[in-house]
């Protein structure tokens, strides 16, 4: 059968109903056509009975397929019944009158049944399965049929004319037949409609196959006038044992296919003549036939209904104590009981819980158990109150667990059996062993921050929401003489009116403390006069409120910190720049004069360098011109001694003017102005390289340049840097048969460094510090031409940018020379990551 609607089923059977299966208007139809078919089938059933039994209506059928449709469908379902109550009054060939009255009887009466029994029952299964739902069924189907065997009484009245003396007799057979079709139909209608798993017909297989088929072929051949007992009444007798086997047994689709099955049996036989009652008017068959099967399908229904609640009340109490036996394993507590002696006594290990330590209780007081101490109240007392047959709650005890304590917790209430004699008591114990250590810990932490309060210089003190002093450290209370005052709970409003030198600093503490209160809002002052001790001292004070997690006020904290000697300190301090700002202008005024005569000491040396760079270089002309037009005119003149002196004029005047050169390179890089840029040594190292290699093509040097040297430096004075270095290596390593000039990245201390290292003639490292000296030569001109300037240059460049240059050498071996340029260079880290 179709399913229940949604306000009638389980909680387990709301569920939306599967993809593929879902309601559609053509299955309503076929539903409803289904119904009005059914219907029209028991009721041309009904009417055989009918004609069999001479007129009279032993049932009708019908009823309790309308019930069952309108309790299972309600108005879904009406169009079935109502054409199918149609059709049979129509196929009854009865009159107008009767057709309209029969037919709202059939309809109304089954509807209002329906009605009521879905506002009744929350499950249409309850009817089945409660003894109170079996009860309610069973009323509402004779109340049901009362309006509906009215109705066909009137029908039966206006179209036939049935005289006043038959209306009982009509009346009553229409509301026995009613009811009884009803319950014939409606109850295996009901169990089938179950959604049950089709499993629970194939228990019990065998037995039921030989019980059932033992009933029902007794019911037939008794009812089919057989005796196979000296009284066929006895028959019926031996029947019941097997339908009260069959409602204990069986499930209800079962018991309740087989009574609809042996219900018509019996009705047929009946209406045949052939039953036990066959010597009694049909009437009077028809009465005992109803009451034998009423009163069948009561003791089942109630029968089954019970065995139902049994087996649901077997299903919760074995659900319960599922439910507390797994709250029991996964309890962290320990279950006991006490008998009469106040002595512990075994319980099953799943139901004990929780163990603590392996100590042996069984028979034991717990006063009686080695290593226990009790914390809350003695032991004594602790019986007595045992003694009395009270409860008690979270009894504290300790008992020794190796090299720690562990504490219990335990509660218990006295049992009493059934005729109120103490049997004992039951409890728990629960380990509180870490909440022991959380108070320990929490008590230490309090008195560690308590210290740390009292420590303080500051003033500080808590008051709670109602502004009453609830902390006040040790400052606070010896600098206001409050340590011989009652001050806890109090307000300073309260403290004002017994200390009356304070009452001043007191009544203004809490206007602030009010306001605070009601805007909860920070308060800060940056000077108080306190005149309140024995010098006025000057305080900053905090008022902070303390709100709780709703934003509500929930107190205040006061710190006051006495900046007296802060305040003087500035006093002294302010004084101090005063002075000292007097010094840095007299500074300042004499730096001036200083830096106007150094300014005017640079413009003397620029008017030197200008005379040096002029003045000087006409006699060095003249000197080197007639010398060498001495030698072109009369050099014949002149011995080989003559023309070698003139020869030395020449270059020594020649040298003199490089050495002016020099000088000047010296003097210009030393004024120059550093415009730093990152500049990549790489491109710059290779365009020297070229240079030099272009001077000297018929020398073969090893140029080691890697890519991406990057430095941060004026692009200008890094090249005459590189090109120094690279010239001295070139000039070096002259005499090598592989000369090998090598430039990379190194650290010079903090620094990123830089340096050039070549294989050449290399350096005393005992001499280094001549290396930048202007003019100051390790080698002599013969080999090594020079004046000595380059590394002075290359020197001042360096510092020129902050940074710094070192060398290191072998004589023979080669030397290195590093160099960085100052701390700006470490950003180029960053560009080459």
Same mark, same amino acid.
């Given at each position: 059968? %179709? ?7 389980a ?21 409803n ?34 019930? +069952?449709?309108?309790?299972q469908g ?43 029994? !879905? ?10 399965? !409660?003894?109170?739902?079996?009860? *309610?069924l ?6 049901m ?5 009215l ?18 007799e ?23 409609g ?32 057989v ?25 209800p ?6 009574f609809?099955i ?17 010597? #009694? ?8 036939? #109803?009451?034998?099967i ?7 229904? +109630?029968?089954?209904?019970a065995?139902?609640? *049994? ?10 104590? %599922? ?24 319980l099953?290990?799943?139901l ?16 009686e ?27 504290? %005890?300790?008992?020794?667990d190796?090299?720690?304590?562990r504490?219990?917790? &335990?509660?218990g ?5 059934a005729?109120?004699?103490f ?18 810990a ?14 303080l ?17 040790r ?8 340590? *011989?005052?009652?001050w ?21 503490? #809490?206007?602030?403390?009010q ?18 001790g ?18 509500? +006020? ?6 006051? !910190? ?7 300190a500035?006093?002294i ?10 010094q840095n ?9 200083r ?17 040096? &760079? #002029?003045?000087?270089?006409?006699p ?21 001694? @003559? ?9 020594n ?13 010296l ?14 040594? &790489?491109?710059?190292?290779r ?10 093509p018929?020398?073969q ?29 070139? *000039?070096?390593? !002259?005499?090598?048969p ?10 010079? @201390? ?46 001042r ?18 030397a290195? +020379?590093?160099?960085?340029?100052g701390a ?10």
């Open positions: 059968m %179709s399913t229940p609607p949604q306000s009638l089923q909680p387990s059977e709301q569920a939306d109903p599967p993809v593929g299966r879902a309601r559609t208007p053509g299955h309503g139809l076929a539903v056509l289904l119904i009005a078919v059914a219907y029209c089938l028991l009721a041309a059933l009904s009417f055989r009975l009918r004609d069999v039994a001479s007129g009279q209506m032993p049932m009708w059928a019908p009823m309790g397929l309308a019930l +069952f449709a309108l309790l309600g108005a879904r379902w009406l169009p079935g019944v109502v054409v199918g109550v149609l059709a049979s009054a129509v196929l009854a060939r009865q009159g107008a009158a009767m057709i309209v009255l029969f037919s709202a009887g059939q309809i109304l009466a089954p509807w209002a049944g329906a009605a009521l029994l !879905r506002r009744l029952t929350a499950r249409p299964t309850d009817l089945l399965e !409660r003894t109170d739902g079996a009860l *309610k069973l009323a509402l189907i004779y109340l049929a009362v309006p509906s065997a109705a066909t009484l009137a029908g039966s009245v206006l179209a036939h004319g049935v005289p006043p003396d038959r209306w009982l009509i009346g009553s057979t229409a509301w026995l037949g009613d009811a009884l079709g009803a319950i014939v139909t409606v109850l295996p209608l009901l169990a089938w179950a959604r049950r798993p089709l499993q629970q017909l194939k228990r019990r297989l065998p037995e039921q196959i030989v019980v059932v088929g033992a009933l029902m072929a007794l019911l037939s051949v008794t009812f089919a006038g005796a196979l007992l000296p009284a066929p009444m006895l028959q019926l007798y031996v029947a019941l044992p097997l339908v009260v086997w069959v409602a204990l047994r069986f499930p689709r079962v018991g309740w296919t087989a609809l042996t219900s018509m049996m019996a009705l047929a036989g009946t209406a045949n003549g052939t039953s036990p009652f066959s010597p #009694h008017p049909m009437q009077v068959q028809l009465l005992v036939l #109803h009451g034998l009423m009163l069948t399908a009561a003791t089942a229904l +109630f029968i089954g209904a065995m139902s609640e *049994k087996q649901a009340a077997r299903r919760a109490l074995r659900e319960r104590e %599922s439910h507390f036996r797994a709250l029991t394993l996964l309890s962290a507590d320990w279950h006991w009981e006490l008998d009469a002696e106040l002595r512990y006594h075994r099953p290990d799943e004990t819980g929780a163990h603590f330590g392996d100590t042996e209780l069984d028979g034991c007081a717990p006063w158990i080695p290593g226990e101490e009790a914390l809350t109240q003695p032991w004594g007392l602790l019986r007595q109150t045992l003694e009395r047959h009270e409860a008690f709650r979270d009894f504290l %005890s300790r008992r020794r190796g090299s720690r304590w504490y219990l917790a &335990s509660s209430e006295p049992v009493f059996d005729s109120g004699a049997s004992g008591y039951r409890g728990v114990s629960r380990d509180i062993t870490v909440e022991m250590q959380a108070r320990e929490l008590r230490e932490e309090e008195f560690r921050l308590r210290a740390l309060v009292d420590a210089p500051d003033l500080i003190v808590l008051k709670d929401r109602h502004l009453r002093w609830r902390l006040a450290n400052a606070l209370l010896d600098t206001r003489c409050l340590k *011989k005052t009652a806890l709970g109090a307000t300073s409003e309260e403290l004002a009116a017994h200390l009356p030198s304070l009452s001043e600093v007191l009544l203004h503490n #809490h206007a602030i403390a306001e605070v209160a009601r805007t909860c809002k920070p308060h800060f002052e940056e000077q108080v006069v306190d005149l309140a024995n010098d006025p001292r000057v305080y900053d004070v905090s008022i902070i409120p303390l709100v709780d997690d709703d934003g509500a +006020f929930n107190g205040l904290v006061s710190v006051r !910190r006495d900046v007296t000697a802060q305040r003087e500035a006093r301090q302010a004084e101090h720049v005063q002075s000292v700002q007097s202008d007299e500074l300042e005024r004499r730096v001036g004069a830096t106007a005569a150094l300014e005017a000491a640079v413009k003397e040396l620029e008017a030197f360098s200008y005379s040096v &760079s #002029h003045d000087l270089r006409a060095l002309r003249a000197l080197d011109g007639f010398s060498r037009l001495l030698v072109e005119d009369y050099g014949d003149l002149l011995d080989e001694q @003559g023309r070698e002196y003139l020869a030395r004029i020449r270059r005047s020649q040298r003199m003017g490089e050495l002016i050169d020099d000088l000047l390179e003097s210009r890089v030393s004024r120059a102005e550093v415009r730093r840029t990152l500049t990549n040594l &790489s491109d710059v190292a365009d020297i390289a070229r240079e030099l290699d272009a001077e000297a018929s020398r040097v090893q140029w080691v340049i890697p890519e991406g040297l990057w430095v941060d430096a004026d692009p200008g004075l890094a090249r005459i840097v590189l090109e120094n270095l690279l010239r001295n290596a070139w *000039k070096f390593t !002259r005499l090598q592989q000369p090998r000039i090598e430039i990379g990245q190194s650290r010079l @201390g903090e620094q990123t460094a830089y340096y050039v290292r070549d294989n050449g003639a290399g350096f005393d490292m005992a001499y280094v510090g001549r290396l930048f000296a202007p003019f100051q030569r390790l080698h002599n001109n013969r080999e090594y031409d020079g004046s000595g300037i380059g590394l002075a240059i290359v020197q460049i360096i510092r020129l940018h902050g940074g710094r240059v070192a060398a290191e050498g072998v004589p023979g071996q080669g290195t +020379f590093s160099f960085s340029f700006a260079a470490e950003a180029v880290e960053a560009v080459e990551a």
